[in-house]
């Protein structure tokens, strides 16, 4: 067994950075302006992590938590002072499990935290009422420190004499559990609970984000400024952020992971924003402004870096950014394992990061329905290595399967090819379309055929269902696709927002038999339906 020690904790990486750039902005918290935000300092940071530290050691004493106990944490995502609740937790030894304001019902996170064996939770105080009508929560309940409580513990700090020095407190292996998150999409009506090991966070904080670009400085010398993308609770700001400490860089917060064009130029003017992170369909927007405002096409054109991720760039789009001299870089990560592949600027294809561990193995698409013309590849991770997850999230052949499909382009070279199986991406994360598919079945048997969802890398999934009866006017059409929602309203509510279809605008209907199926067992190729159907989906999400 490996030896347990202070330096396998990936806040062994960030101690001396708090020192070494004290004075260096780290955190630039949005305060609802496009020409403004405040400055937090590195200084101000580790202060305020020694003071939430010191708090939470005496208010979980009571609670008898152990080391590598798991404490949740419901909290909204929007403020600095969620990250200093749970960073500070995790120096004391306790593993956070992150749940944001994403998560709407106290049921939702009680089950959760329950099946982790939490110990406690602690919430934001927007959340107290939920807490307080709910019979489901079986441990103890804390409310977080916000920024201004923050303030005032180092302010009496100050006056005691206290030394603010942060750092962990217990020993730790590394592949003990870091920090729990969960899955952007939900299985069998319910996310799944995403463990980080520390040497993941290691691995991804100190080798790979470095090798993809997140530097100290760029060319020019200035500090390495990077925005949010989401809830600063979810995996992705979480790494950043880290990362950023880890680096000597800074991190700005946007108002939503849809930054508006003007408020996108007013990070580059007021915060010296250098390097932008977004999914491909919100740049894909400011690209569309860039084309009609100078402003957004000079402030995207002076970046160092522009990092898109999600799903893939339209054709169009790619090419103008590259005609126009944007740094685009696309890259490819997921929950369980960090980032693995960046884009080749030369050949525009993905290639490994440095430190990451990509394996390609051949996949049979046949039943799938994905394209039989092509040899696709899995992209798995060998069990053991530092970006894959727990060996309870491995197959019996020691790799972390994706799910996430890719062609071989030259020697090692890679283009993503969508994913596998029963599961779609859209901007706001993975769909489980099985589970929506069921509930339809379930719940319109006598007017739906069949069904299908479909919107992989659209901004919201859609239905395609197959009439049971046929020669359908619009006028009835339409009318099959209101009750498709009416009747499974009160059955989507276990989905996460971003799954549920619940707008009759976004069902298409279809005669019995239309959807493209396989040969030897007759399903539905949702590639190929998605393809069949495209200037119909396209009119959907073109008027949505």
């Not at 050691?57 to 080391?67: H, Y």
């Not at 996430?404 to 090692?412: A, K, M, P």
């Not at 379309?433 to 055929?449: G, L, N, Q, S, Y």
């Not at 006028?475 to 996460?496: C, M, N, P, S, Y």
Request: hydrophobic share 40%.
């Amino acid at each position: 067994m490996a030896t347990a020690s202070l330096d396998n904790h990936y806040l062994s990486l960030l101690t001396s950075r708090f020192r070494e750039h004290a004075d260096k902005p780290v955190f630039r918290p949005y305060i609802g302006r496009d020409d403004s935000w405040d400055t937090v300092t590195y200084r101000d940071v580790e202060r305020r992590l020694t003071a939430a530290k010191s708090h939470w050691q005496r208010t979980l004493a009571p609670l008898n938590v152990e080391p590598h106990d798991i404490v949740g944490c419901w909290l909204t995502g929007r403020k600095l002072s969620d990250l200093i609740n749970g960073i500070a937790l995790s120096a004391l030894g306790y593993t956070p499990q992150f749940f944001s304001s994403y998560f709407e019902d106290i049921a939702l996170v009680a089950e959760l935290l329950s099946q982790s064996r939490g110990k406690a939770l602690i919430i934001d105080v927007s959340f107290a009422d939920k807490v307080a009508v709910a019979n489901a929560l079986s441990v103890q309940h804390f409310v977080a420190l916000d920024d201004a409580q923050l303030e005032q513990l180092t302010q009496d700090g100050e006056r005691d004499g206290a030394a603010f020095a942060f750092g962990p407190d217990v020993s730790v292996r590394s592949d003990d559990i870091a920090a729990l998150f969960h899955s952007s999409g939900t299985t069998g009506g319910r996310p799944k609970i995403i463990p980080n090991t520390f040497k993941m966070l290691r691995s991804t904080i100190s080798r790979r984000f470095p090798a993809a670009g997140l530097t100290s400085s760029v060319d020019s010398g200035a500090q390495t400024t990077i925005n949010t993308i989401g809830s600063l609770v979810h995996v992705a700001t979480f790494h950043i952020f880290l990362g950023c400490i880890c680096t000597g860089a800074c991190m700005v917060q946007s108002s939503s992971m849809s930054i508006s064009p003007k408020e996108f130029v007013g990070m580059t003017r007021a915060c010296g924003l250098n390097r932008l992170a977004v999914y491909a369909t919100f740049l894909s927007g400011l690209i569309k402004a860039a084309k009609e405002e100078d402003s957004v096409k000079q402030a995207l054109q002076g970046l160092h870096g522009i990092f898109h991720t999600g799903v893939a760039l339209p054709k169009a789009d790619e090419e103008w950014a590259f005609t126009n001299d944007l740094k685009v870089a696309n890259s490819y990560s997921t929950t369980e394992t960090g980032p693995l592949l960046k884009i080749d600027p030369a050949t525009r294809v993905l290639r490994p990061i440095d430190g990451a561990s990509p394996v390609f193995l051949p996949y049979n698409a046949s039943e799938d329905g994905s394209d039989g013309g092509l040899q696709l590849h899995e992209l798995v991770v060998p069990s053991g290595a530092d970006d894959c997850p727990p060996p309870e999230f491995c197959g019996a052949d020691g790799y972390y399967h994706t799910n996430d499909l890719f062609e071989r382009v030259g020697d090692s070279g890679w283009v993503y090819r969508g994913r596998a199986g029963d599961w779609i991406k859209v901007v706001s994360g993975f769909c489980d379309t099985k589970a929506m598919e069921d509930i339809v079945r379930k719940a319109c048997t006598d007017i739906v055929h069949d069904v299908v969802v479909v919107g992989s890398g659209r901004a919201f999934p859609c239905l395609i269902v197959e009439s049971a009866a046929g020669g359908l006017t619009d006028e009835e059409r339409r009318a099959v696709a209101d009750q498709v929602i009416t009747r499974t309203t009160g059955l989507v509510q276990g989905l996460f927002p971003h799954e549920r279809i619940q707008d009759p605008r976004r069902v298409l209907v279809v005669e019995k038999g239309s959807l493209p199926r396989t040969r030897e067992k007759g399903n539905v190729r949702r590639p190929a339906a998605e393809q069949q159907f495209v200037p119909e989906l396209d009119a959907i999400y073109a008027a949505a």
